[in-house]
Structures are given as C-alpha cells and as structure tokens.
C-alpha cells in the first residue's frame, strides 16, 4: 500500500485524474509508435509500391469507457492505468481491477475486416520457407481480433485451406498437412482467392499475396504470367485491399502485379515470419484507418 507520500508524489498537481489518465494515455501511445518503429527498421525489406488506398497517416485508437459502444478488444494499459488512477485517488481499496476501471479499443464503426494469407506452395517454397509461413499463420490467427483465412497455390492443388476463422487449432490442423510441391499456377490462386472474398460480403478484406518466385502453370495454352497480371486485375475490381509479399529476384514481375491490382509491393531478402508479421500489423493499421467500403 502506498503511503501519503508516494500517493502525493505520484499524483501531478494541478491536473485532475482523468486528465492524469489522458496524459499517461498520451505517452504510452508514443512509446508503442516509437517501439512499432524500431520493430518496423529492424528488418531489411523495402516497400516498392504503395497502394492509392494507402494514404495519410495512422490514426490513434481511443480508449472509451466500456459502456459507451460495444468493446471489439480490451485495452490493456489503458484498464490498469485506470485502475491504478482509482486506487491511488479514491477511498482504500485492494481490488485490482474494478468494472468501472475497463477501457477498450474500439473502431469508430465500418464492417469488419478479414485477412487473407495467399500463399505460393509450388515446389520451390518446401523446406524453411513453407515453414516460415506456417509460423506466420500460426502467429496471426493467436495475435489478430480480426478473422484469418488461408488460400495455398500449387500445381493441381489449388484451394481454401482454411475458411475465414479466428480458431487456433483448426488453424493448425490445416498447417500440419501443407506442403510444397509442382509447378506455381499464380493466377489460378489470385482468382481463387478473389472468388472466396468476394462471396463473403459486408466485409472488407485485406489480401497477402506471399510468393518465393515466378508463375510457371496456367490452364490451356494461356502465359503463365499474363494469366497472373490479368487475375490481379481482378482484385482491384473487386475492391480487395492487396498486398503483395517477394524476392528481389521477382521484383520486376511483382511491380506488373501489384499495379494490376493496386496492391502495396514488398521485397525481403527471405521469407521470414516475423518480418512478414511486421508488414502484416503495419497494413492492417493503414486498413483499419482507410475504412472505404465493403466487398
């Protein structure tokens, strides 16, 4: 328990405790930009194309009390700084956490958004890579509010793995049986893709296209890569926030790509789970501040 003391000095004078709140609410803010910067320059990629739906800045996420809208996630600091603020000013009381002391981040309404892992599993991806997209599927579906689903490309084998779900385990299930073989039908995936997006309705989407190299497959006598520029096409018809996620030594392909379907173009050095988490978290935040409109 705090003493008169401690309780003086850890109050700022002349500021009002929900003003205390607002302030300490302010800083925690900065330093999570500050540390999400870091995180962000800590990996090598470059952004080679921004989508036209990509612009101004992120916006602040406002901690409102809990009564106010429906809660889409709780917000942590915000609750325990709250919580700390009532202990320290109001009558002595041990309880942690009250009701009254709950916060949560809200979005100022617009349908929800899906996310939508397009992953190339054509024999050049077996080995780390296929793993390294595991461990991302893996590490979204546990760290997202927002639903994953899970498309894999592959000679012969092209589908929905996963439907739209926020379930771990059957996340999982589906990840155990994924493998990497044959030849890469990209535009055959992309259209795929596309169709199952644009069935699930009121819901605004955002597409990673996640590729270690070149389209090599297309039905009939069709050019593998016209077939892949052309079912772009489509996502940016359909409305379908794209990202897309390569190799330098494809950049050049990707660029024709990511301008068909005005996605948002990133070039790693490898395919790495974490890095690939980092884009992930950045555009979904550009998402969540340029609502637009439903699929």
Not at 72 to 78: D, G, I, N, T
């Amino acid at each position: 328990m705090l003493s008169a003391e401690s309780e003086e000095r850890a109050a700022i004078p002349g500021i009002d405790p929900p003003d205390q709140l607002k302030s300490v609410e302010k800083e925690i803010r900065r330093l999570q930009e500050e540390q999400s910067v870091k995180i962000f320059q800590r990996f090598n990629y470059k952004r080679v194309r921004q989508s036209r739906q990509t612009i101004g800045a992120i916006p602040e996420r406002e901690a409102k009390y809990r009564d106010e809208q429906p809660a889409v996630s709780l917000a942590v600091a915000e609750t325990m700084i709250s919580a700390a603020l009532r202990r320290l000013h109001g009558p002595q009381d041990s309880t942690l956490v009250k009701p009254e002391d709950i916060r949560v981040q809200s979005e100022s309404g617009g349908p929800q958004l899906e996310v939508c892992l397009l992953v190339d599993t054509s024999g050049s991806m077996n080995g780390k890579r296929i793993s390294e997209v595991k461990n991302l599927a893996d590490y979204l579906v546990r760290q997202m509010h927002e639903p994953l689903s899970l498309v894999t490309f592959q000679e012969g084998d092209v589908g929905v793995k996963v439907a739209a779900t926020r379930n771990t385990e059957r996340v999982r299930r589906r990840l155990a049986a994924m493998s990497a073989s044959g030849l890469t039908p990209m535009g055959e995936g992309i259209r795929t893709a596309v169709d199952y997006l644009s069935k699930r309705r009121g819901r605004r989407h955002l597409l990673i296209l996640i590729t270690d190299g070149l389209p090599t497959w297309a039905s009939g006598d069709r050019d593998p890569y016209q077939d892949a520029v052309d079912a772009a096409v489509l996502a940016e018809k359909a409305g379908i926030r794209t990202i897309c996620i390569g190799l330098e030594a494809q950049r050049a392909f990707l660029e024709k790509v990511a301008a068909a379907a005005d996605a948002s173009l990133y070039i790693v050095d490898e395919l790495d789970h974490r890095e690939i988490a980092t884009i992930t978290r950045r555009e979904k935040s550009f998402a969540a501040a340029h609502k637009g409109t439903p699929n």
